[in-house]
Every structure is written in C-alpha cells, then in structure tokens.
C-alpha cells in the first residue's frame, strides 16, 4: 500500500513531536537525536498547540503525531496536519496500532506508521525509507487480511475529504453553509468561472454528483471542526 509521496530533500535537521505524555516524548526525542540525526526536537502535548508552533516557529522537517490527544480525534488530527502543511511528512507514532486504523492514514497521507513499542532500529529503518519520499508501515501488519475490510463511513469521509487542496475545502466550507458559486466568488475574491471549476473538482474527488452529496459527506466527517479557521 502507497499513500501519496512527500518528496524529503537532504538530511532531517528539526522534527516537532505532537503527544500528550511527556516521558514519551522525552524518550522520543532521544531516539530521534541519537538514531535519526535530528538536531532540533520540538514537542507540544496538544495539537491546537502543535499548530500554533509551526504557524509561530515555521515548518520543520518531520512531524510525529499521536493520534490519542487530548483536544483532537483520531484521524481527525492527521487531517488537519496535512491540510495546514501539505510538504511537511507526518508519521504517526501510536500505540493504536491496527491495520485498519495503519491503512487509513496512510490513505489521508501520513508519511509512516510506527507502533509506540517499536525499538530504535525500526524508527531508523523508518526514516530512512520516508527520506527517500517512501511510505513506511510494518509489513506483516498491512499482510493482515483485515486490512482490506471495509472502513466505516467516517473514515470513508476522512479519506475522501484529504483528497481537497486547502482551497477546495474552504470552498466546500461554503457550499455547507448554504453559499451559491457568486457568493462564494465575493467571499474568496476569485472569479465565478474559477469557483465553478473547484465545485467540479469537489465533487470528482468526492465520488459525488451533487453539491448536496459532498455537503453530506463533509457532515459526515463533521468536516468545518477540520478547517484550521473553524
């Protein structure tokens, strides 16, 4: 399984780690100094407060996430990583670890997977794969036949919805608030032609056929708590 390539220029200098529990942090910020290279190793416990790092301090060159935080659901976390810093590879780091939950974000676009419990050797082996702009995830657990089940509809939705740029999703944003394409034109100032052309890159991405279809799948995902402005 692929998610999309993240392409990592040169050596790894500065990573931002996004988990609650200190002790982990602490020892995963040693990893990643002693075994990765990384001299600068930064780490907030929330992601609200993970986002107002990179928007005061910049982007660094890797993020580690754990999707158990206190202020954010599951994948719901990834998503918004991706959104408000699409170049910057996001490696879930999890004690939640299986297939199912591995495939979808991948899916939505993490650059890795590696278990919590995973020894130094395997997040080396990790880096090493996702600086050569490769996916990383433990093998025998994507072998596992459950990987292929299906995934429920809110992770269908989450998996769709990571498809959208930044300006689609605002777009779709405004078409869930009930905003027609000249509206939404003024509010974007951007021509009407242009808005008409996002609409229909919306609704190819989504699989939808309609502007009510992609607004249901946006409630589905409970989709405007996503949006970095929401």
Do not use: W
């Amino acid at each position: 399984m692929t998610g999309p390539t993240i392409r990592v220029e040169g050596a790894l200098n500065s990573a931002l780690i996004i988990d609650d529990h200190p002790l982990f942090c602490d020892a995963l910020s040693m990893t990643l100094k002693a075994s990765i290279g990384i001299e600068k190793v930064a780490t907030v416990g929330a992601l609200e407060e993970g986002l107002s790092h990179l928007e005061e301090h910049g982007f660094p060159d890797v993020i580690l996430l754990d999707l158990n935080l206190p202020d954010v659901n599951g994948l719901e976390g990834l998503l918004r990583l991706v959104k408000a810093c699409p170049e910057v590879p996001v490696v879930i780091v999890s004690s939640m670890s299986e297939p199912r939950l591995m495939r979808s974000v991948i899916r939505i676009g993490a650059a890795g997977f590696v278990p919590k419990h995973s020894p130094r050797a395997t997040f080396r082996q990790a880096f090493d794969k996702i600086m050569r702009g490769e996916v990383y995830a433990p093998e025998d657990a994507l072998a596992d036949s459950d990987v292929d089940g299906p995934p429920s509809a809110r992770e269908d939705a989450l998996v769709r919805l990571s498809h959208l740029t930044r300006q689609q999703a605002r777009i779709l944003q405004l078409i869930c608030e009930g905003q027609m394409n000249k509206q939404i034109a003024y509010e974007l100032s951007i021509a009407e032609t242009t808005v008409k052309a996002h609409v229909t890159a919306i609704m190819r991405k989504l699989g939808v056929q309609s502007r009510t279809q992609a607004v249901l799948i946006a409630q589905e995902a409970n989709f405007n708590s996503l949006l970095p402005d929401a």
